[in-house]
Protein backbone atom coordinates (compact mmCIF):
# COMPACT_ATOMS: atom_id res chain seq x y z
CA UNK A 1 0.00 0.00 0.00
CA UNK A 2 1.29 3.72 -1.10
CA UNK A 3 1.82 5.98 2.22
CA UNK A 4 -1.47 8.16 2.61
CA UNK A 5 -0.57 11.58 1.03
CA UNK A 6 -1.36 14.68 2.05
CA UNK A 7 -4.51 16.67 0.37
CA UNK A 8 -4.98 20.08 1.07
CA UNK A 9 -8.40 22.00 0.30
CA UNK A 10 -7.37 25.85 0.23
CA UNK A 11 -9.91 28.56 0.15
CA UNK A 12 -13.16 28.36 1.06
CA UNK A 13 -15.55 26.75 4.10
CA UNK A 14 -19.10 27.58 4.15
CA UNK A 15 -22.66 26.55 4.43
CA UNK A 16 -24.73 25.53 1.91
CA UNK A 17 -28.61 26.87 2.90
CA UNK A 18 -30.47 24.69 0.88
CA UNK A 19 -34.34 24.69 1.38
CA UNK A 20 -34.15 21.03 3.20
CA UNK A 21 -31.23 22.82 5.07
CA UNK A 22 -27.81 23.81 5.38
CA UNK A 23 -25.53 21.47 4.59
CA UNK A 24 -21.47 22.01 4.98
CA UNK A 25 -19.91 22.80 1.52
CA UNK A 26 -17.06 24.80 -0.27
CA UNK A 27 -14.97 23.16 -2.92
CA UNK A 28 -12.11 22.88 -0.67
CA UNK A 29 -14.04 20.98 1.95
CA UNK A 30 -15.66 19.03 -0.50
CA UNK A 31 -12.45 18.42 -1.73
CA UNK A 32 -10.74 17.82 1.19
CA UNK A 33 -13.74 14.71 1.97
CA UNK A 34 -13.31 12.85 -0.95
CA UNK A 35 -9.82 13.06 -0.67
CA UNK A 36 -10.04 11.35 2.65
CA UNK A 37 -12.53 9.04 1.81
CA UNK A 38 -10.43 7.67 -0.89
CA UNK A 39 -7.78 7.00 1.99
CA UNK A 40 -5.58 10.20 1.73
CA UNK A 41 -5.65 12.88 4.54
CA UNK A 42 -7.86 15.80 3.71
CA UNK A 43 -7.27 18.85 5.11
CA UNK A 44 -9.00 22.23 4.93
CA UNK A 45 -6.74 25.42 5.00
CA UNK A 46 -9.61 27.95 5.21
CA UNK A 47 -10.86 30.13 7.80
CA UNK A 48 -14.34 30.17 9.81
CA UNK A 49 -15.90 32.76 12.32
CA UNK A 50 -15.73 32.40 16.27
CA UNK A 51 -19.51 31.64 16.50
CA UNK A 52 -21.79 28.86 16.03
CA UNK A 53 -21.63 28.45 12.71
CA UNK A 54 -17.69 28.28 12.52
CA UNK A 55 -18.36 25.87 15.37
CA UNK A 56 -20.46 23.52 13.76
CA UNK A 57 -18.38 23.60 11.13
CA UNK A 58 -15.34 22.18 12.91
CA UNK A 59 -17.79 19.67 14.30
CA UNK A 60 -18.64 18.67 11.12
CA UNK A 61 -15.84 18.41 9.76
CA UNK A 62 -14.10 15.45 12.00
CA UNK A 63 -17.34 13.54 12.10
CA UNK A 64 -16.55 13.65 8.02
CA UNK A 65 -12.70 12.26 9.41
CA UNK A 66 -11.04 15.64 7.71
CA UNK A 67 -8.39 17.66 9.37
CA UNK A 68 -9.32 21.37 11.19
CA UNK A 69 -6.42 21.40 12.80
CA UNK A 70 -5.40 24.79 9.84
CA UNK A 71 -8.79 26.06 10.08
CA UNK A 72 -8.42 29.67 11.00
CA UNK A 73 -10.81 31.34 13.71
CA UNK A 74 -11.71 34.77 13.43
CA UNK A 75 -13.37 36.95 15.99
CA UNK A 76 -14.69 39.77 13.76
CA UNK A 77 -15.61 38.31 9.93
CA UNK A 78 -18.94 35.57 10.20
CA UNK A 79 -18.38 32.23 9.31
CA UNK A 80 -19.45 31.93 5.01
CA UNK A 81 -22.74 30.84 3.66
CA UNK A 82 -24.15 30.46 0.26
CA UNK A 83 -28.20 30.27 -0.06
CA UNK A 84 -28.80 27.70 -2.57
CA UNK A 85 -31.70 27.31 -4.55
CA UNK A 86 -32.03 23.99 -7.07
CA UNK A 87 -33.64 23.99 -10.78
CA UNK A 88 -35.85 20.91 -11.16
CA UNK A 89 -32.88 18.84 -13.17
CA UNK A 90 -31.09 19.45 -9.53
CA UNK A 91 -28.81 21.92 -10.60
CA UNK A 92 -27.77 24.60 -8.02
CA UNK A 93 -27.48 28.56 -8.03
CA UNK A 94 -25.51 30.09 -5.88
CA UNK A 95 -26.05 33.29 -3.83
CA UNK A 96 -22.90 33.76 -1.90
CA UNK A 97 -22.68 35.94 1.63
CA UNK A 98 -19.87 38.53 1.33
CA UNK A 99 -17.56 39.55 3.05
CA UNK A 100 -17.07 36.81 5.65
CA UNK A 101 -14.45 34.73 7.21
CA UNK A 102 -12.53 33.17 4.46
CA UNK A 103 -11.86 36.23 2.76
CA UNK A 104 -9.53 37.17 5.45
CA UNK A 105 -7.33 33.97 5.38
CA UNK A 106 -4.05 35.07 6.88
CA UNK A 107 -0.65 33.82 5.63
CA UNK A 108 1.29 32.42 8.49
CA UNK A 109 4.04 30.31 9.59
CA UNK A 110 1.94 27.67 10.65
CA UNK A 111 0.65 27.65 7.12
CA UNK A 112 4.17 28.24 5.48
CA UNK A 113 4.83 24.80 7.12
CA UNK A 114 1.94 23.39 5.86
CA UNK A 115 2.67 24.47 2.25
CA UNK A 116 5.89 22.54 2.62
CA UNK A 117 4.82 19.02 2.96
CA UNK A 118 1.73 19.01 0.88
CA UNK A 119 1.45 16.53 -1.95
CA UNK A 120 -1.34 17.70 -3.22
CA UNK A 121 -3.23 21.32 -2.97
CA UNK A 122 -6.11 22.22 -5.05
CA UNK A 123 -7.62 25.91 -5.24
CA UNK A 124 -10.06 27.92 -6.80
CA UNK A 125 -10.63 31.43 -7.72
CA UNK A 126 -13.56 32.31 -5.54
CA UNK A 127 -11.48 32.72 -2.55
CA UNK A 128 -9.50 35.35 -4.12
CA UNK A 129 -12.50 37.97 -4.70
CA UNK A 130 -10.73 39.39 -2.09
CA UNK A 131 -7.19 40.86 -2.12
CA UNK A 132 -6.01 39.86 1.48
CA UNK A 133 -6.47 36.22 0.19
CA UNK A 134 -5.65 35.78 -3.07
CA UNK A 135 -2.57 37.38 -1.32
CA UNK A 136 -2.12 34.25 0.71
CA UNK A 137 -3.41 31.83 -1.49
CA UNK A 138 -0.58 33.17 -3.48
CA UNK A 139 1.80 32.80 -1.13
CA UNK A 140 0.52 29.15 0.21
CA UNK A 141 1.10 27.83 -3.68
CA UNK A 142 4.32 29.94 -3.95
CA UNK A 143 5.89 27.95 -0.89
CA UNK A 144 4.82 24.22 -2.05
CA UNK A 145 7.84 22.29 -3.10
CA UNK A 146 8.47 21.35 -6.60
CA UNK A 147 6.55 17.76 -6.74
CA UNK A 148 3.11 19.24 -4.92
CA UNK A 149 0.54 18.59 -7.60
CA UNK A 150 -1.13 21.77 -8.19
CA UNK A 151 -5.05 21.69 -9.24
CA UNK A 152 -6.80 25.25 -9.81
CA UNK A 153 -10.70 24.07 -10.14
CA UNK A 154 -11.62 27.14 -11.90
CA UNK A 155 -14.82 27.38 -9.67
CA UNK A 156 -16.42 30.66 -11.40
CA UNK A 157 -19.04 32.13 -9.07
CA UNK A 158 -20.68 35.60 -10.53
CA UNK A 159 -19.59 38.26 -10.27
CA UNK A 160 -16.57 37.09 -7.71
CA UNK A 161 -14.20 36.66 -10.76
CA UNK A 162 -12.04 38.25 -12.70
CA UNK A 163 -10.02 37.39 -16.43
CA UNK A 164 -6.67 38.30 -14.36
CA UNK A 165 -7.25 36.31 -11.49
CA UNK A 166 -7.89 33.45 -13.81
CA UNK A 167 -4.67 34.23 -15.37
CA UNK A 168 -2.53 34.08 -12.29
CA UNK A 169 -4.63 30.91 -11.08
CA UNK A 170 -4.14 28.93 -13.96
CA UNK A 171 0.57 29.95 -13.94
CA UNK A 172 0.69 27.92 -10.43
CA UNK A 173 -1.30 25.33 -11.59
CA UNK A 174 0.02 21.61 -13.13
CA UNK A 175 -4.42 21.08 -13.50
CA UNK A 176 -6.84 23.04 -14.60
CA UNK A 177 -10.29 21.58 -14.12
CA UNK A 178 -12.81 23.59 -15.71
CA UNK A 179 -16.74 22.81 -17.05
CA UNK A 180 -18.28 23.82 -20.21
CA UNK A 181 -19.54 26.98 -19.21
CA UNK A 182 -16.13 27.85 -17.42
CA UNK A 183 -14.53 27.19 -20.52
CA UNK A 184 -15.95 30.37 -22.43
CA UNK A 185 -14.96 32.38 -19.53
CA UNK A 186 -11.24 31.43 -20.27
CA UNK A 187 -11.71 31.58 -23.64
CA UNK A 188 -10.41 34.89 -23.79
CA UNK A 189 -7.00 33.69 -22.09
CA UNK A 190 -6.37 32.29 -25.51
CA UNK A 191 -7.76 33.75 -28.54
CA UNK A 192 -11.24 34.31 -27.99
CA UNK A 193 -15.04 32.28 -27.50
CA UNK A 194 -14.82 31.32 -31.08
CA UNK A 195 -12.32 28.53 -30.54
CA UNK A 196 -13.97 24.84 -29.80
CA UNK A 197 -13.63 22.78 -26.80
CA UNK A 198 -11.04 20.64 -27.64
CA UNK A 199 -8.70 23.77 -28.95
CA UNK A 200 -9.36 26.07 -26.18
CA UNK A 201 -8.02 23.13 -23.89
CA UNK A 202 -5.07 22.82 -26.35
CA UNK A 203 -3.94 26.25 -26.19
CA UNK A 204 -4.20 26.18 -22.46
CA UNK A 205 -2.13 23.62 -22.23
CA UNK A 206 0.39 25.50 -23.95
CA UNK A 207 -0.15 28.54 -22.65
CA UNK A 208 0.13 28.18 -18.91
CA UNK A 209 2.59 24.60 -19.45
CA UNK A 210 -0.04 22.12 -17.95
CA UNK A 211 0.18 19.07 -17.72
CA UNK A 212 -3.96 18.41 -17.92
CA UNK A 213 -6.64 20.16 -18.68
CA UNK A 214 -10.42 18.47 -17.33
CA UNK A 215 -13.52 19.38 -18.69
CA UNK A 216 -16.68 18.41 -16.87
CA UNK A 217 -19.68 18.20 -18.73
CA UNK A 218 -21.90 16.88 -15.67
CA UNK A 219 -24.30 14.04 -17.01
CA UNK A 220 -22.58 14.00 -20.61
CA UNK A 221 -19.39 13.20 -18.90
CA UNK A 222 -15.97 14.55 -19.09
CA UNK A 223 -12.47 15.10 -20.94
CA UNK A 224 -9.33 14.45 -20.08
CA UNK A 225 -6.91 16.79 -22.29
CA UNK A 226 -2.84 16.39 -22.31
CA UNK A 227 -0.66 17.26 -25.10
CA UNK A 228 -0.81 13.23 -26.03
CA UNK A 229 -3.94 12.62 -25.38
CA UNK A 230 -7.77 13.03 -25.47
CA UNK A 231 -10.00 10.90 -23.19
CA UNK A 232 -13.57 11.03 -23.41
CA UNK A 233 -16.09 9.74 -21.01
CA UNK A 234 -19.93 10.02 -21.51
CA UNK A 235 -21.22 10.09 -18.56
CA UNK A 236 -23.53 8.23 -16.21
CA UNK A 237 -27.45 8.81 -16.25
CA UNK A 238 -28.71 8.76 -12.64
CA UNK A 239 -31.74 10.28 -10.59
CA UNK A 240 -30.08 13.32 -9.55
CA UNK A 241 -30.84 14.53 -5.79
CA UNK A 242 -28.63 17.86 -6.42
CA UNK A 243 -25.53 18.38 -8.36
CA UNK A 244 -23.56 19.74 -5.36
CA UNK A 245 -20.28 18.52 -4.78
CA UNK A 246 -20.16 16.19 -7.67
CA UNK A 247 -17.29 18.28 -9.93
CA UNK A 248 -15.17 18.40 -6.52
CA UNK A 249 -15.89 14.32 -5.90
CA UNK A 250 -14.10 14.21 -9.66
CA UNK A 251 -11.55 16.67 -9.14
CA UNK A 252 -10.40 14.46 -6.13
CA UNK A 253 -10.59 11.08 -8.15
CA UNK A 254 -8.30 12.63 -10.57
CA UNK A 255 -5.97 14.11 -7.87
CA UNK A 256 -5.79 10.68 -6.13
CA UNK A 257 -5.24 8.37 -9.05
CA UNK A 258 -3.28 10.94 -11.23
CA UNK A 259 0.78 10.13 -11.31
CA UNK A 260 0.38 6.29 -10.97
CA UNK A 261 0.37 5.49 -14.37
CA UNK A 262 -3.20 4.75 -14.55
CA UNK A 263 -4.72 5.15 -17.97
CA UNK A 264 -6.71 8.26 -18.35
CA UNK A 265 -9.61 6.14 -19.74
CA UNK A 266 -9.60 4.62 -16.51
CA UNK A 267 -9.44 7.85 -14.19
CA UNK A 268 -11.60 9.02 -16.19
CA UNK A 269 -14.24 6.04 -16.07
CA UNK A 270 -13.41 6.10 -11.56
CA UNK A 271 -13.97 9.82 -11.38
CA UNK A 272 -17.28 9.98 -13.48
CA UNK A 273 -18.46 7.09 -11.39
CA UNK A 274 -17.96 8.55 -8.07
CA UNK A 275 -18.86 12.24 -9.01
CA UNK A 276 -22.12 10.46 -10.58
CA UNK A 277 -22.83 8.59 -6.96
CA UNK A 278 -22.38 11.81 -4.81
CA UNK A 279 -24.90 13.55 -7.95
CA UNK A 280 -27.63 11.06 -6.32
CA UNK A 281 -27.03 12.04 -2.53
CA UNK A 282 -28.13 14.91 -0.99
CA UNK A 283 -25.16 17.92 -0.16
CA UNK A 284 -21.35 17.83 -1.16
CA UNK A 285 -20.31 15.57 1.61
CA UNK A 286 -22.64 12.58 1.92
CA UNK A 287 -21.81 9.58 3.69
CA UNK A 288 -19.57 7.32 1.37
CA UNK A 289 -19.13 4.02 2.97
CA UNK A 290 -15.73 1.95 2.48
CA UNK A 291 -18.22 -1.24 0.93
CA UNK A 292 -20.03 1.60 -1.03
CA UNK A 293 -16.81 2.85 -2.12
CA UNK A 294 -15.34 -0.54 -2.84
CA UNK A 295 -18.50 -1.62 -4.95
CA UNK A 296 -18.18 1.75 -7.29
CA UNK A 297 -14.16 1.35 -7.88
CA UNK A 298 -14.25 -2.69 -8.41
CA UNK A 299 -16.75 -1.91 -11.35
CA UNK A 300 -14.84 -0.31 -12.88
CA UNK A 301 -12.18 -2.69 -13.88
CA UNK A 302 -10.64 -1.70 -17.73
CA UNK A 303 -8.16 -3.20 -19.58
CA UNK A 304 -7.36 -5.49 -16.68
CA UNK A 305 -6.23 -2.80 -14.40
CA UNK A 306 -7.95 -3.01 -10.72
CA UNK A 307 -8.06 0.18 -8.67
CA UNK A 308 -6.86 0.25 -5.02
CA UNK A 309 -9.14 2.83 -2.96
CA UNK A 310 -5.82 4.11 -0.84
CA UNK A 311 -3.75 3.83 -3.48
CA UNK A 312 -2.65 6.99 -6.05
Excluded at 54 to 82: I, P, Y
Aim: glycine share 8%; with cysteine; hydrophobic share 40%.
Amino acid sequence: MSKPRLMIGLGEVLWDLLPSGKLLGGAPTNFAYMATVLGNRGLVASRVGEDELGREARHAMDNLGVSTLFLQKDVVHETGTARVSLDTAGHPEFFIDAPVAWDFLEWTTEWEQLASRADVVCYGSLAQRSAVSADTIEKFLRATPRPTLRICDANVRKPFYTIEVLRKSFRYADIVKLNEQELAYVSPLVGGSHLDDLEIARRLLKEFNLQMICITKGSAGSSLVTASEVESHSGFSVAVADSIGAGDAFTACVAHYFGSGMPLRQMNELANRIAAWVATQVGATPLLTPAKLKELTEETLIDGVTPYCNAP
